[in-house]
């Protein structure tokens, strides 16, 4: 919670000023150091109280090329989408501050106020609850978030609308909240009173004061200085290995079988997925040449390719790792894109990254309850996560590998990486498990498909695919 | 024109296969070398004709990690909006390949055969010759664009539907195009003869054949190296120095004055603003200290932040330089963003880059064009631009940069760069006058604003936007 000030003293503005851009230069400074952090601040409020005023009077102390303002008008849920789909796009890098106008509170309001069926008092605190383990997991990589709320008495602003300009209603009326009307007002009042406990709130009867109350909040987060984490707390329980990964099965399925089996089942998983209401992710994790490529195609056999988006996961951009790591996959995963494949996955970071250790411990660690959250997010909002680990064994992989060196279209596919990470084979194995193990949840399973029949495994593939799709 | 490979010859599949994925790799390895270039592929064709069967079949041949396939249904035009800016995201970094099934030209085509009032021959032609003057711009800029038409005849296609399977209906039927209707097969096919004398036109009766035909052509594009033009070819004809840029107006705008004007003028700017029923993108450039921030804050003093966005521009990031210059622009300028402001702007490319020599000679001299096809996109998708050239002497810099350096919260913005770009006044000077001759166009015509006297500038400013608002 915010201690608020209430005997906030007012600074010699170009004092402020000047602490304000020197904080900015630092803050950019910070890009790539262990301090580094970026900073997010989330602002919403009563009609007329002077958001924007303030934020104008802000962009005119600090130094406006390293202040981005983002601000869109509040929009009711969608169905299809979480809450943080429409601005995961504008969350800041390292070293730059982002104020956003319009954000997933505004939208929250929005939603309850306004839908002819409003959501309930469950689910409205359903979806604070969300908000604030997405801006946790903001704030451990690095996004400073703060959140403020303009606040004005219903006096105060009745006052201001009898002498608001006429040439400002058409903007005010943009909100589509009838700020006439008391009901309206306490209703809100009420409802912005469940999640404003963790923020700044600013008395905006005086204008001086609230662009100070504002600035200064603004200056306190800049120069809080993050401690990133760096070493774990307790001793880390590796999971026990699973049969599943250590002795994947031998039995070879007969190629007719395999053919005909193939021929129905990709009819029906293209059939299932087409006429399947809800969106559908799925996710292809395995070792090397565990047959992650031959499975997508057999998915997508019977589809048209304007029904589906196959992305194939390297390491990050140089801009990508300045931000969260999830914030790539936040990006791609698109409301309108009915099927996702993922060649690789947001799981690299309790795989390579762990074992690589581009991720530190706390890190990766964290990482867990970070995708459980994020692949719950997508749940909630009729996207369906459909997860595969492939197991093969170690001789099965030394044999395809070879094959592929000896296959001129396929010796491409091996290079000195790969032979490698079959070096840190056993590491992957314990990440693996770890994995399996924290990550199997209710909402998103994952199905090990463990063979060293490359046929067997597609038919396997196929038919967990049409199994999820069914079971829910 | 595309040659049409009449005789073309099957090459054995594994072959193929590995002469496309060596392509890709070479193409990969490219970038950033004097011969880098990226490849778009556009695809469009006849429904059923198998386009989406020769890209899974091209997805299969090559090294699918390196070939993206973006896949929209098309859409009809909306009015705000140019062509390409739905697709401007999507536009290929230096070695990649990108295939595009959804493109301008299927919406431009949807756009004819869906609106209940259907763009006639001559619109017709015009997008035509825009959406091959963009891409000539693309393929200046290291985007290889090929474009593929899959055709079948009118038989064939009516013997394919009689033998669809009942479960690829639902997708067939998203194309809401009737293909029982002979009349509505005849009028595509003669809107698409239209533009595709410059296409791969692949009759897609056999299979094989048709796979064959599409992966060789991408192919042999993939082999293509471009050689990128280093040297200008005839002399460059340097317009002469307006005396606007040499000799800015000393008058002084009494300060009484000014603030009534201001007063009167940013209300009314805000409401031309705000009712006018297009976007509208203001563009500021001028030697530093010029008071192109100044400007700004007074345009937007009446409005709410939530109506328009600021962009400040600085150099370009590195996943930036590895597309075309003007790419970063296409994808900040936003059809449902109502106003858009840049401080510094895509006249970066004919200033400091010609300056500095990031630009070579022939990619500065293109540029005048480029810029102004792409400012007429924007003209004729309903967004107004609104240029403005805010000159001053060399001696009022100077005194500004000094009372800069005098501010505390001003001399954060005077760095050992404004002194050295001081330096290249006289280089900047040349540079202006070129713009200012090439890019002074009826649809965005600049505004030089020549006055040593902020408060004056500020005023000018404000007006000359009412003006250019009211004048169309």
Same mark, same amino acid.
């Given at each position: 919670?915010?201690?608020?000030?209430?005997?906030?003293?007012?600074?010699?503005?170009?004092?402020?000023? %000047?602490?304000?851009?020197?904080?900015?230069?630092?803050?950019?400074?910070?890009?790539?150091?262990?301090? #580094?952090?970026?900073?997010?601040?989330?602002?919403?409020?009563?009609?007329?109280?002077?958001?924007?005023? $303030?934020?104008?009077?802000?962009?005119?102390?600090?130094?406006?090329?390293?202040?981005?303002?983002?601000?869109? $008008?509040?929009?009711?849920?969608?169905?299809?989408?979480?809450?943080?789909?429409? /601005?995961?796009?504008?969350?800041?890098?390292?070293?730059?501050?982002? %104020?956003?106008?319009?954000?997933?509170?505004?939208?929250?309001?929005?939603?309850?106020?306004?839908?002819?069926?409003?959501?309930?008092?469950?689910?409205?605190?359903?979806?604070?609850?969300?908000?604030?383990?997405?801006?946790?997991?903001?704030?451990?990589?690095?996004?400073?978030?703060?959140?403020?709320?303009?606040?004005?008495?219903?006096?105060?602003?009745?006052?201001?609308?009898?002498?608001?300009?006429?040439?400002?209603?058409?903007?005010?009326?943009?909100?589509?909240?009838?700020?006439?009307?008391?009901?309206?007002?306490?209703?809100?009042?009420?409802?912005?009173?469940?999640?404003?406990?963790?923020?700044?709130?600013?008395?905006?009867?005086?204008?001086?004061?609230?662009?100070?109350?504002?600035?200064?909040?603004?200056?306190?987060?800049?120069?809080?200085?993050?401690?990133?984490?760096?070493?774990?707390?307790?001793?880390?329980?590796? #999971?026990?290995?699973?049969?599943?990964?250590?002795?994947?099965?031998?039995?070879?399925?007969?190629?007719?079988?395999?053919?005909?089996?193939?021929?129905?089942?990709?009819?029906?998983?293209?059939?299932?997925?087409?006429?399947?209401?809800?969106?559908?992710?799925?996710?292809?994790?395995?070792?090397?040449?565990?047959?992650?490529?031959?499975?997508?195609?057999?998915?997508?056999?019977?589809?048209?390719?304007?029904?589906?988006?196959?992305?194939?996961? #390297?390491?990050?951009?140089?801009?990508?790792?300045?931000?969260?790591?999830?914030?790539?996959?936040?990006?791609?995963?698109?409301?309108?894109?009915?099927?996702?494949?993922?060649?690789?996955?947001?799981?690299?970071?309790?795989?390579?990254?762990?074992?690589?250790?581009?991720?530190?411990?706390?890190?990766?660690?964290?990482?867990?309850?970070?995708?459980?959250?994020?692949?719950?997010?997508?749940?909630?909002?009729?996207?369906?996560?459909?997860?595969?680990?492939?197991?093969?064994s170690k001789d099965e992989q030394e044999a395809r590998f070879k094959a592929r060196?000896?296959?001129?279209?396929?010796?491409?596919?091996?290079?000195?990486?790969?032979?490698?990470?079959?070096?840190?084979?056993?590491? /992957?194995?314990? #990440?693996?498990?770890?994995?399996?193990?924290?990550?199997?949840?209710?909402?998103?399973?994952?199905? %090990?498909?463990?063979?060293?029949?490359?046929?067997?495994?597609?038919?396997?593939? &196929?038919?967990?695919?049409?199994?999820? &799709?069914?079971?829910?």
């Open positions: 919670m915010v201690a608020q000030d209430n005997e906030m003293k007012l600074m010699d503005p170009e004092q402020l000023s %000047v602490a304000l851009i020197e904080a900015q230069y630092a803050l950019k400074e910070s890009k790539g150091k262990p301090n #580094a952090k970026s900073v997010l601040i989330l602002v919403s409020g009563i009609e007329l109280a002077g958001k924007g005023e $303030a934020v104008k009077q802000l962009r005119e102390w600090v130094d406006p090329r390293y202040l981005r303002v983002k601000a869109d $008008a509040p929009q009711t849920f969608n169905h299809k989408q979480t809450f943080w789909q429409p /601005y995961a796009r504008f969350i800041p890098a390292e070293g730059q501050v982002m %104020v956003m106008f319009g954000n997933w509170y505004s939208d929250l309001l929005t939603t309850a106020m306004h839908v002819s069926k409003p959501i309930d008092e469950t689910m409205f605190d359903e979806y604070i609850e969300s908000m604030r383990a997405y801006e946790q997991d903001l704030k451990n990589n690095n996004v400073d978030v703060i959140k403020v709320w303009f606040d004005l008495s219903w006096k105060s602003l009745q006052k201001r609308l009898d002498h608001m300009d006429p040439g400002e209603v058409h903007w005010h009326k943009l909100h589509g909240l009838d700020w006439r009307s008391k009901k309206q007002y306490d209703s809100l009042q009420k409802l912005r009173q469940r999640f404003t406990d963790d923020w700044e709130i600013i008395d905006c009867e005086k204008e001086i004061e609230r662009d100070q109350q504002f600035a200064q909040h603004i200056l306190r987060t800049l120069k809080h200085c993050p401690d990133h984490l760096k070493k774990a707390k307790g001793q880390w329980k590796q #999971a026990k290995i699973p049969e599943s990964l250590l002795s994947p099965s031998e039995d070879v399925l007969p190629k007719n079988q395999y053919k005909d089996e193939l021929k129905q089942l990709s009819k029906k998983v293209a059939e299932a997925l087409r006429f399947d209401t809800r969106n559908v992710v799925i996710a292809f994790e395995g070792m090397d040449a565990a047959g992650k490529g031959g499975s997508i195609k057999r998915i997508v056999k019977k589809l048209d390719p304007r029904e589906y988006e196959i992305y194939t996961i #390297a390491a990050p951009e140089p801009y990508e790792l300045r931000r969260p790591y999830l914030w790539r996959f936040w990006n791609k995963i698109q409301p309108e894109e009915k099927i996702s494949i993922f060649d690789r996955t947001w799981y690299g970071r309790v795989l390579v990254e762990r074992i690589e250790g581009f991720a530190n411990a706390v890190e990766w660690q964290r990482a867990y309850e970070e995708i459980n959250r994020f692949e719950k997010d997508l749940y909630d909002s009729q996207t369906l996560v459909i997860k595969f680990w492939l197991a093969i060196e000896e296959t001129p279209h396929k010796r491409f596919k091996i290079t000195e990486e790969d032979w490698r990470n079959r070096g840190r084979w056993d590491d /992957y194995l314990k #990440a693996v498990a770890d994995m399996l193990q924290r990550t199997d949840t209710d909402y998103a399973p994952w199905h %090990v498909i463990s063979t060293n029949d490359k046929n067997t495994a597609r038919v396997q593939v &196929l038919e967990a695919i049409l199994k999820q &799709l069914k079971a829910e």
